[in-house]
């Protein structure tokens, strides 16, 4: 991991990285995939420690965390997007 | 199974070694609580449970209550132990007794009804323990084995650190004591919700690997039945403002504090284990009844991660706060005993973090004070099913 990495893809899997420290809106940021460096620019205000989406999600679409799905898409969501309870639910304990 | 590393415990009559040597006084029934609590209050080396059951419980109910009872008698961080009944109660203080006295320790029973009033009981509870305390301060550590150590674990306030470091650094560390011939603990079912085919699938057998996804459908088909949805409550508020979004993001990163050894068993809520290395128990995801339930179970030691921070410690089992996030770490020192957040930062291996904590769960079960005891953190919570009557 490197010194200046703020955000963690954490399976070559994952369409969502990690940000380890807050981010702004319009920031440029670089993550690890596969052993290469991408790039993605934040369209949202990132908290320390929530989730963006690393390529375009379709409404419905699995959202995958650890290489697994952690739930599915409330909508369309973009890549720099901001990915929590307003666009990301759970398919388990709720029939 | 290399049994090479010793901690400094206490030898128990059944065979079990102890991490502490606490005199435990349980009220058997929660009229009794108060005092229980009088008897304890102000004597080092004795603690009380407050345990608010023990009457009005119905079947599987009754038999949990009495067999977590028990299971903290039994644990072997305890020298000996009072019961404090109230007489008239539904689980008999004598049932107890006998449960805990078949381990060869000294249980001692006393009733508000028969001793005659709460001063009478508080006064001749407190010269039972005094007596007990003069016995059990003779007994020294001595070196045992690390194989006698079952280990709990448990993960509260989880944030997004949580599954990034510190439950793979515990990881870490479960898998060198379970090296050892110890035993680990991993349990609260409902976060196991989302991750369970990966966990499942490490069990030594088909039947364990059964029971261990039988046990999540369980929990899941429960809370839909009860016409609930699991989301209300888990992951909970501080967890989402901590960046987790669903209770299966939880889950995956939950399970990677157990490490990576093969399951070996399937417990029921407050059960002993009956194999070494990796088991499971079925606990709910409370905190504090997980953490019953377990050291109920016969853990004498516990590894809690959290990113949010938490106070929660048990009155006889130390517990081991280790965080991943550096501004809890620094907001709540006088609850949180390690920090694993340079792990994040890049600074640290998660394999260094994680045999830091075993030499740290090694001095602790040696008798370095958690900051847990510093703080006399003593909570206690019985998982029930149904409402008392």
């Given amino acids: 991991m490197e010194k200046k990495t703020k955000a963690i893809v954490l399976n070559q899997k994952d369409n969502v990285a990690t940000a380890i420290v807050a981010l702004e809106a319009g920031t440029t940021v670089v993550f690890v995939k596969e052993g290469y460096a991408e790039k993605v620019k934040l369209v949202s205000d990132i908290p320390m420690g929530h989730k963006f989406a690393i390529v375009n999600i379709e409404k419905g679409c699995a959202v995958i965390k650890y290489g697994e799905p952690i739930g599915e898409s409330t909508r369309q969501i973009g890549r720099g997007e901001h990915v929590h309870v307003q666009n990301l639910v759970s398919k388990r304990g709720n029939g | ?389």
């Fill in chain 2, 1 to 389: 199974m290399r049994d090479t590393i010793k901690f400094m415990g206490f030898n128990r009559p059944d065979g079990k070694a102890g991490t502490r040597n606490h005199i435990l006084v349980i009220p058997s029934v929660g009229c009794s609580q108060n005092a229980a609590r009088a008897i304890a209050h102000g004597l080092k080396g004795v603690v009380y449970l407050p345990n608010i059951l023990g009457c009005g419980q119905m079947g599987d109910d009754s038999i949990l209550v009495k067999k977590t009872l028990v299971g903290f008698g039994t644990n072997p961080n305890v020298f000996a132990v009072l019961i404090v009944g109230n007489g008239c109660e539904t689980l008999a203080p004598q049932e107890l007794a006998d449960g805990i006295t078949s381990h060869g320790k000294r249980v001692e029973v006393i009733t508000i009804q028969d001793v005659g009033g709460t001063k009478k009981t508080i006064s001749l509870g407190r010269k039972i323990v005094k007596d007990m305390l003069e016995n059990a301060v003779k007994l020294k550590r001595e070196p045992i084995s690390l194989s006698k150590i079952i280990l709990g674990t448990e993960c509260g306030g989880s944030d997004y650190s949580s599954g990034l470091a510190s439950n793979p650094a515990v990881g870490v560390a479960c898998d060198l004591l379970v090296a050892e011939g110890g035993t680990v603990i991993l349990s609260e079912t409902p976060e196991l919700i989302g991750a369970e085919h990966i966990f499942a699938r490490r069990a030594r057998t088909p039947e364990i690997e059964r029971q261990v996804l039988d046990a999540v459908t369980w929990w899941e088909n429960r809370a839909i039945a009860a016409g609930q949805d699991i989301r209300d409550g888990n992951p909970s508020p501080g967890n989402i403002a901590g960046g987790i979004t669903t209770l299966e993001e939880k889950s995956l990163g939950c399970i990677y504090k157990a490490g990576t050894s093969t399951l070996e068993e399937a417990l029921t809520y407050a059960s002993h284990p009956t194999k070494s290395g990796l088991v499971y128990m079925d606990t709910p995801a409370h905190d504090i009844e997980q953490l019953t339930g377990m050291v109920a179970g016969g853990a004498q030691i516990v590894l809690f991660t959290t990113g949010r921070g938490t106070p929660c410690g048990s009155p006889i089992a130390p517990v081991i706060k280790i965080t991943a996030n550096r501004n809890t770490f620094l907001k709540m020192r006088d609850n949180t005993d390690m920090d694993t957040s340079k792990i994040i930062q890049g600074k640290e291996t998660i394999v260094s973090a994680g045999k830091r904590i075993f030499e740290e769960m090694i001095s602790v079960s040696s008798g370095k004070m958690t900051k847990a005891e510093k703080l006399g953190q003593s909570d206690f919570s019985i998982f029930q099913m149904n409402p008392n009557i």
